[in-house]
């Protein structure tokens, strides 16, 4: 299977640059999972398509404000960090711009000096390991000095932070949001809980990972980057009964998807309390176990996550679609519109 089977043409000006308003005003796009039949609505319409009894699973991870602008101790050069995940301790690995600046045992330090970074291993693409030295708690100087890690096609900056976070955005360690979640305000979510949906909660910290393009020419040489996620015993327990009852299982986002269909590999078929690291790939020809739906935003042309929603509703569909979201001038990618695959 080619990679360049994924590629499709996207006006840039359809990449959308600054979130909505009002969250649920985003365009809703209900692919039929099966018939392939399309309809447009808008995302407050959920409503209506979901149904008293589904399980919906939202990915709780918060977004670090994990980009820092800090000096090279030794020349006074400006050095960015942007942090990925804790490798131990007070050691992250991170990438670092300009690369070729950051040797082992270079100093940056940042804001007034009070959080200084050594790197202690040089790693590939740019990559370091930087441990952090200070006094006091670490995420409270990352709040203060670090920004908000938009994804390199969002040249806009973002008024409000919050509006690159989940309403329901819990546990911190994200280098990028679970954008899924982004057009649920506390209202819809309420709605949806009257009507009978479940609302069901996992962590999967995004990596950068999510954005860099497959750089090999087949799909299946392709190599995932490892992200780290937890499921709950109460989240298994919600999860086992919806499917020994026959209820609809849809996930809220591609990192939902690959958390749950990781976990139940690891249960033989159930869905058990774990933590871990994943890399599970998930392209055409994967057999789902975990969902029955998934609700998404609009990927980027030839990327992992266009990959995994054409496993789901097959690629002739996938593609069908995407054609006619460009036509009907849809929001892609990040701060963009919705797709339900149902």
């Avoid at 692919?31 to 039949?37: K, M, Y």
């Avoid at 995302?43 to 399980?55: C, E, K, M, P, S």
């Avoid at 940056?108 to 200070?134: I, M, N, Y």
Wanted: with cysteine; charged share 25%.
């Amino acid at each position: 299977m080619k990679v360049d089977a994924f590629d499709f043409d996207l006006p840039e000006e359809l990449i959308a640059q600054t979130p909505l308003e009002d969250r649920t005003q985003s365009k809703l796009l209900h692919l039929h999972r099966d018939s392939g039949n399309i309809k447009h609505l808008v995302f407050r319409n959920i409503v209506d398509l979901l149904q008293a009894g589904d399980t919906l699973v939202l990915n709780n991870t918060r977004v670090l404000p994990a980009r820092l602008i800090g000096t090279k101790e030794e020349t006074g050069a400006n050095i960015e960090v942007l942090l990925l995940k804790r490798a131990e301790g007070h050691v992250w690995e991170g990438l670092v711009k300009p690369a070729k600046r950051v040797k082992i045992g270079t100093v940056v330090s940042f804001g007034d000096g009070a959080l200084k970074a050594v790197c202690v291993e040089e790693l590939e693409e740019g990559g370091r390991k930087l441990r952090f030295e200070f006094e006091g708690v670490f995420e409270e100087h990352l709040e203060r000095l670090g920004q908000m890690p938009l994804p390199p096609y969002i040249r806009e900056q973002l008024d409000d932070p919050e509006r690159y976070q989940t309403v329901y955005a819990s546990e911190q360690g994200s280098a990028a949001a679970p954008t899924a979640g982004l057009h649920f305000t506390d209202e819809l979510l309420q709605t949806l809980e009257d009507k009978g949906v479940r609302l069901t909660y996992l962590t999967l910290h995004v990596g950068l990972g999510t954005f860099r393009p497959v750089a090999v020419e087949d799909v299946e040489n392709h190599k995932m980057h490892a992200e780290y996620y937890q499921l709950e015993q109460e989240a298994a327990d919600e999860l086992n009964q919806a499917k020994a009852e026959g209820r609809r299982i849809i996930a809220v986002g591609t990192t939902s998807a690959r958390t749950l269909e990781t976990v139940i590999r690891q249960g033989n078929g159930h869905f058990i309390k774990t933590s871990g690291w994943t890399d599970i790939f998930i392209y055409p020809g994967f057999e789902f176990q975990a969902i029955t739906g998934l609700l998404t935003n609009f990927h980027l042309p030839k990327s992992t996550l266009l990959m995994l929603v054409s496993a789901l509703a097959s690629r002739d569909y996938i593609m069908k679609a995407y054609r006619e979201a460009i036509e009907q001038r849809y929001r892609f990618f990040s701060f963009g519109d919705a797709m339900l695959i149902l």
